[in-house]
Nanobody, 113 residues
């Protein structure tokens, strides 16, 4: 059984920073890929950033240069700087291994102007 738990969301003003954390635990020794997705009200869930077990990263164009994903074994972090109101969303952590994807419950990030 796998458990994925996010933390670190909250309310911040435009231009501010937040750091999200996500810990995946359970029967899988090391997840091949971990990442962050987000879903704003009325919109589909979209990729924010991913990182493989080898450290390769991928970012959505909208967050390049502002967000940084990092990882320590099965814990993944998302450092978010220069936040914009359009970054407001529920952020979900994803952990993938052997074709299976595991999701956290989500953490709310709200950026106010």
């Amino acid at each position: 059984q796998v458990k994925v738990v996010e933390s670190g969301g909250g309310l911040v003003q435009t231009g501010g920073s937040l750091r999200l954390s996500c810990a995946a635990s359970g029967t899988i020794f090391r997840f091949n890929s971990m990442g962050w997705y987000r879903q704003a009200p009325g919109k589909q869930r979209e990729l924010v950033a991913t990182i493989t077990s080898g450290g390769s990263t991928n970012y959505a164009d909208s967050v390049k240069g502002r967000f940084t994903i990092s990882r320590d074994m099965n814990t993944v972090f998302l450092q978010m700087n220069s936040l914009k109101t359009e970054d407001t969303a529920v952020y979900y952590c994803n952990a993938g291994s052997s074709g299976r994807n595991y999701w956290g419950q989500g953490t709310q990030v709200t950026v106010s102007s």
